[in-house]
Every structure is written in C-alpha cells, then in structure tokens.
C-alpha cells in the first residue's frame, strides 16, 4: 500500500544552524504534501505545504523542495530557535482518495541553545 | 472560528467501559478524519467522512471501535469496550472539498484517553 517514510526520527542541532528532515513516497498519483509541527502536548498544525506543479516554496526561515521524479521531498529550517523543538511530521495525498493524507512517523526535533 | 472542537479533552475510565468522544468540524468543512496518535505508532488515520458519509475505515482496530457522523457539524468516535491497548491521544480533524488537489487538514485539540 501507500507508504511515506520520515528520516531522522530524532535530530539535534545547536541554536543557528540548519535543520533538514526527508521523506520519501510511494504513490506516484500524490500531488500534495505538506508539513506539520507538533509541539509538545499540543494539536498537529500545518508550517508550510507544496504542491506537484512546483519544485520548491520558501515561508520566512522555512523551505520545502520536492522531487517528483525520485519521490521524496524535504523540509528545511534555517537559522533555528529553540521555539522550533518540536516534532514534525511530513504528508502526502494518497491515490483516488481526495482530502486523504498518509502521514510520515515524525521527526524530533531539539534545538540546543 | 473556534476551529475544530473536541470533547472532552481528557477522559479516564476503566477496562470494559463504553468511551465516547466527540468532534466538531469547522463549519464549511465537508472532510472529518479521526486519528490516534501514540509513541509507539505515530499518528494513524482511523476514519474519515465527505458530507458525512464514511469513505474508508480501514484504519478501525476493531469492531469495538465505531464512528458516527450523523450530520455535518458532529461526529463521535466510540470504543465498546475500552482496554488498556486503547489509551492514546484521539484527534479529530477537518478540510475543505479540494479545489485544486488536497486541502490543508486543521486538528483539533485532541482527546487524552487512558484506560486503567
């Protein structure tokens, strides 16, 4: 079936650098993919998202890049905040099955400060 | 919009008993996905309804589980009977027909349930 693989499960990084987290798809008919914070004890809640008609969208400090020939698509945070700990997850639409997600395993993220 | 509602937000009862939770779509919505979530599993779809009609519920555990939608502003997701194994966080969540492709999905706050 449809699957969507997240890797790191965990990454650290100290305050300032950079973050990247990848997730690989296996639906060649998903067309959606957006990313999801989820703070601690809190709801999921969309950061950013793209779409199969564009390879990459840029919000402020966060970035999406997506390759449609090799299935996977990434997140990237730049000059990161310890208010970016938290865990994220990545999306995609699944096959013939509109307003439906298949949500990668998520990713901690710590920011040391 | 309040955004997506869900009661009660946390709930704890013991094994055997007759769990109810509730969920309220924002209005507009036509999409509702119930979801668990737990550190072992993630977060798992467990059903999801268009204009209030289950399209795939192939994510339900078990017969013990059931949801309802019986009109466009409510749904309820009931476990009969709870065991330890169902303790997770429910969430509920929301979107709009897509226009273009899929809709952003907004969760609601989620429901703590613990079974003893």
């Known amino acids: 079936g449809e699957n969507v693989e997240q890797h790191p499960s965990t990454l650290s990084v100290q305050e300032g650098d950079s973050a990247v987290i990848k997730c690989t798809y296996s639906?060649?008919?998903?067309?959606?993919f957006p990313w999801y914070k989820q703070e601690l004890g809190k709801r999921p809640q969309l950061i950013i998202d793209i779409r199969s008609n564009v390879g990459e969208k840029k919000d402020q400090r966060i970035a999406v890049t997506l390759n449609k020939t090799a299935k996977h698509f990434s997140l990237h945070i730049t000059e990161t905040q310890p208010e970016d700990s938290a865990v994220y997850f990545c999306a995609a639409s699944k096959r013939g099955s509109q307003g439906n997600l298949i949500f990668g395993k998520g990713t901690k993220l710590s920011v040391k400060p | 919009d309040a955004g997506v509602i869900q009661s009660p937000r946390h709930e704890v009862t013991e094994m055997g008993q007759e769990v109810t939770l509730r969920c309220k779509p924002i209005s507009g919505h036509d999409y509702l996905f119930w979801y668990r979530q737990t550190m072992m599993r993630g977060l798992e779809l467990l059903i999801y309804?268009?204009?209030?009609?289950?399209?795939?519920d192939s994510g339900m555990p078990e017969d013990r589980f059931s949801a309802k939608m019986p009109n466009a502003s409510f749904s309820t997701l009931k476990i009969q009977p709870s065991e330890p194994r169902d303790s997770a966080v429910y969430f509920c969540?929301?979107?709009?027909?897509?226009?273009?492709?899929?809709?952003?999905?907004?969760f609601g706050p989620g429901t703590r349930l613990t079974v003893l």
């Open positions: 309804f268009n204009n209030n009609v289950p399209i795939d």
């Open positions: 639906d060649s008919a998903s067309n959606y």
């Open positions: 969540a929301s979107s709009s027909s897509p226009g273009q492709g899929v809709n952003e999905q907004f």
